[in-house]
């Protein structure tokens, strides 16, 4: 099955600057990569997602690429602010192909700085 | 509007009560799901549900038994619980089983006693 590793598993990052957080995969047919804030007591928010098709994504601050050939994403947070301080999980999965189950990657907890 | 609701937000229990943890959407959303999630961990997926049959088990224990008996619920029933299923569970949907993005609800607290 998919195997997905993130890292780094803590990130501390002065408030104004970038947070860079990868993710490799295991399974090349993998198609869906979304990634996930989760802030405490909350649930997991979509905050951006990427589909294979494409290598990079940017929503504002936030931008995520794609390296298929390399099996690797990474997310890409500028500008750092305060309330980007949560754990970010990056995830993958093959949608359309009958096992759309998401699997996760360990988590990441990002502190800002201020 | 991508809201998904989960009732209660916090849940005690002892080791022989039964309770129901309830998710709603109503986005239309024809997938939902249940995670568990540990402390410092990603979310583990337990059940699926599509167009309101059971698609994924998950080999979860028995004293876990989901039902959607409509479009926009699922239901978690729990009975016989033991101190290690303590987590947070999850709530989630998506437009379609096979395709789409899944949104989480802010899940349920459970500690088991």
């Known amino acids: 099955g998919e195997n997905v590793e993130q890292h780094p598993s803590t990130l501390s990052v002065q408030e104004g600057d970038s947070a860079v957080i990868k993710c490799t995969y295991s399974?090349?047919?993998?198609?869906?990569f979304p990634w996930y804030k989760q802030e405490l007591g909350k649930g997991p928010q979509l905050i951006i997602d990427i589909r294979s098709n494409v290598g990079e994504k940017k929503d504002q601050r936030i931008a995520v690429t794609l390296n298929k050939t390399a099996k690797h994403f990474s997310l890409h947070i500028t500008e750092t602010q305060p309330e980007d301080s949560a754990v970010y999980f990056c995830a993958a999965s093959k949608q359309g192909s009958g096992n759309e189950k998401l699997t996760f990657g360990t988590g990441t907890r990002l502190t800002i700085i201020p | 509007d991508t809201e998904v609701t989960q009732t209660p937000k916090h849940l005690v229990m002892g080791m022989t009560n039964k309770k129901s943890l309830k998710c709603e959407q109503h986005m239309g959303h024809r997938a939902m799901y249940w995670y568990k999630q540990k402390a410092k961990k990603p979310p583990e997926l337990m059940f699926v549900?599509?167009?309101?049959?059971?698609?994924i088990n998950e080999s979860v224990p028995s004293r876990f038994s989901p039902e959607c008996p409509n479009s926009s619920l699922l239901n978690l029933h729990l009975h016989a619980l033991q101190p290690e299923d303590s987590a947070l569970y999850l709530c989630?949907?998506?437009?379609?089983?096979?395709?789409?993005?899944?949104?989480f609800g802010p899940g349920t607290r459970l500690l088991v006693l």
């Open positions: 399974d090349s047919a993998s198609n869906y």
């Open positions: 549900y599509s167009y309101e049959k059971l698609s």
């Open positions: 989630a949907s998506s437009q379609d089983s096979r395709k789409e993005t899944q949104y």
